[in-house]
């Protein structure tokens, strides 16, 4: 048995997962650096983007915490983001339903120096880009971005 196939072609796009790792060192106590943060509609003063709240947190969870869905829009895109994680030490978010990007979540850990005079903060972000969009390029354009907005909150406390 012969079988032919003609004009078949496969093409493979290979995505890779970004991973992003800043850290910034603050002049805060991360109590403080943590209520910032989660003061979503305040953040277009350190990101390059529109904050808005969809949905606020859950019933017993801290202002701006966990169950949260807060709207970003930046650069012509509209998406929700939603907080998975809000202690003290950690902040940790997905976005949810169409995005820019796939597979986002982002990490921000908070670790207090000198008798917590000093926060260390640990910025994590993995997602995968669109394939029409060159991966390192990607990565470029949001850790600039973070980087900007990790200077901007820490000069928001020096």
């Not at 997962?17 to 305040?42: C, F, G, R, T």
């Not at 990607?138 to 980087?147: G, H, M, R, V």
Request: glycine share 6%.
């Amino acid at each position: 048995m012969l079988i032919q196939v003609v004009g078949l072609r496969v093409s493979k796009s290979i995505i890779y997962m970004i991973n992003i790792y800043i850290k910034q060192l603050i002049q805060a106590e991360s109590k403080a650096v943590l209520e910032v943060l989660l003061d979503h509609e305040n953040l277009d003063r350190f990101f390059n983007a529109k904050f808005s709240l969809i949905t606020p947190q859950n019933t017993g969870e801290k202002p701006g915490g966990v169950g949260c869905v807060r709207q970003i829009t930046m650069g012509g895109n509209t998406f929700n983001e939603e907080i998975i994680k809000a202690s003290s030490e950690h902040i940790c978010y997905r976005i949810v339903g169409k995005g820019p990007v796939d597979d986002h979540q982002g990490d921000i850990r908070l670790t207090p120096k000198e008798s917590n005079k000093f926060t260390v903060l640990q910025y994590t972000i993995q997602c995968k880009g669109p394939v029409w969009l060159p991966s390192f390029l990607l990565k470029w354009f949001i850790s600039s971005d973070i980087k900007k907005a990790m200077k901007k909150l820490a000069e928001h406390f020096a």
